[in-house]
């Protein structure tokens, strides 16, 4: 629940208020508070840490990244023999985890839970900024580090008629803590991206009757659900540096190198056969990047992979007609998505799938939803609709920078920001993967940018502490952010990578697609620099 009373916070006077307790807020809090000896509390809505993983409890939810990387390297400890049960933790397993993080280094007594900000207001005058809960309390704090996820701003569509609706209606971002019972019921997912995907292979076979509302339909490949690979468990016990260092050198930081070979310079035969060992493999991010380089870059080599899925869909789905509606029409570019089984799923009796594109959703009625003017009788409704991504969060609060500049103002036609930690006109204002940071898995690179930018405090500290952002290295460095993306067919794929996912947001390029590697080595020399692009006295 979201706070509407005071929480005593009135007058607090803080060194560093952090927002969100997910992976990248939960390292933050350890290291301003237990290694630089700071005044730092942090605040979460949620009613205990974990982020997106406190709230994303629908069935079938697990991480899609190998749990190998998933994961700190701080507590050299827990990096080593945290004994994950799965190549993929489920949901469960990784809130496990961060609890045991933030108990082990009592972190929880900081955190101020069931607490929203509502706004942030930048005082010259003081060097501060003014926080204001949703339920009234004012304090101060003389740094803010934002770490409100990538993927946390839950996006919903509203249909007509809601109330007149008998049945119950489930948003799989904010799922009961009391699993619903879904039985023998008459189910109906709305969206088909990598929630909706791995809730209609958990529910397909516990549900009375699974009616499937496809928008867009999507690339899926296996994911290779299994048991944690004990040699890579032994790699870790016996050299943690090391796998992290490699882990953080890959380009996208998925646990496992990329290609470096185009899936045009191999015979057909090589080709297909690469494509067949990274299906019977699993994990959808390998299907793209570590087969072939270029899936991602060239229509030509794109279609290869898209050639290669489609013949699977063909032959897995035996109806033709429901096939063809499974097939994609666009770019393999978007977010890999996986789910084991996904497409053999459309083979049962009990499931149905609906082109809500073709025949749209118009409106709810009381036993169902009227879809292309016919009605689909439904007892519970799971809206997978995904996330407004990136920027949602951040533009939930109101923030106010120097001289009276609302973000919201500055980001009207996109985000703008240097490095994905800061943006210019904000002072003392730090974000964890933030808007232009690297495409990659998180975790590890959460825990990275934390290093970095509390190093930056520690150098603030020892003169006035301030850490402002020039406007001039912001706009080069998003000006090269999106000439890479450029380069790609995610530019010209419609998906929450662009923002094309929220209807009235603007499109454009929101990453760093240099890769990890290329993302360290251009901060370290930033660093070296004398922190080049930032002002910090």
Known sequence: MNDTTSNGLDGLELDVAIIGTGVGGLYALHRARNEMGLNAQAFDDAGGVGGTWYWNRYPGCRVDTESTVYTYSFDMDMFQNWEWSERYAKQSEVLN???????????????????????????????????????GDTFKAKYVIEAVGLLSSSYAPQFPD??????????????????????????????????????????????????????????????????????????????????????????????????????????????????????????????????????????????????????????????????????PKDYY???????????????????????????????????????????????????????????????????????????????????????????AKFPNLLMVFGPFSPFTSQPLVHEWQVQFLTEMIEKAQEGNGLIETSLDAQEDWVRVCQEGMAGTLFQVTDSW???????????????????????MQEMNAIKSDDYRGFEIN
Do not use: C
């Not at 900081?110 to 003014?130: K, L």
């Not at 899936?263 to 959808?284: F, H, I, P, T």
């Not at 929220?502 to 697609?513: A, C, E, H």
């Open 97 to 135: 985890y961060l609890n045991a993080v933030a108990d082990k280094h009592d972190l929880k007594r900081s955190i101020n839970f069931n607490t929203r900000i509502a706004s942030m207001v930048w005082s010259d005058d003081e060097g501060r900024w003014t926080l204001t809960t949703k339920g």
């Open 162 to 327: 809601q109330d007149k609706f008998k049945g119950e209606v489930l948003l799989a971002s904010k799922w009961p803590e009391e699993e619903p019972d879904l039985a023998g019921k008459r189910v109906g997912v709305v969206g088909t991206g990598s929630t909706g995907i791995q809730i209609i292979t958990a529910l397909a076979d516990k549900v009375g009757h699974l009616h499937v509302l496809q928008r867009t339909p999507q690339w899926v490949v296996p994911l290779g659900i299994g048991p944690f690979p004990l040699e890579t468990r032994e790699k870790i016990k016996k050299d943690p540096v090391g796998f992290r260092e490699w882990a953080l050198s890959t380009a996208a930081v998925f646990g496992f190198d990329e290609s470096t070979v185009s899936a045009l310079e191999v015979s057909e035969d090589e080709r297909n056969r690469v494509y067949e060992a990274a299906w019977q493999k699993g994990n959808g991010f390998a299907f793209m990047l570590e087969t072939f380089s270029d899936i991602p870059v060239t229509p030509e080599a794109n279609k290869t992979a898209t050639d290669f899925i489609k013949s699977k869909i063909d032959a897995i789905v035996k109806d033709p007609k429901v096939a063809a509606m499974l097939t």
């Open 333 to 423: 570019a978007k977010r890999p998505l996986a789910a084991d089984n996904y497409y053999d799923t459309f083979n049962r009796d009990n499931v149905t799938l609906h082109d809500v594109k073709a025949n749209p959703i118009e409106r709810f009625s009381e036993n169902g939803l009227i879809i292309g003017g016919e009605e689909v009788e439904l007892d519970v409704l799971i809206m997978a609709t995904g996330f407004d991504a990136m920027t949602g969060n951040y533009l939930k609060i109101e923030t106010i920078g120097r001289d009276g500049v609302r973000l919201q103002d500055e980001w009207n036609d996109g985000p703008h920001a240097y490095a994905g930690m800061s943006i």
């Open 497 to 519: 990578i662009n923002g094309a996912n929220i209807p009235g947001k603007p499109r454009t390029s929101m990453w760093f697609m240099g890769g990890m590697g290329g993302y």
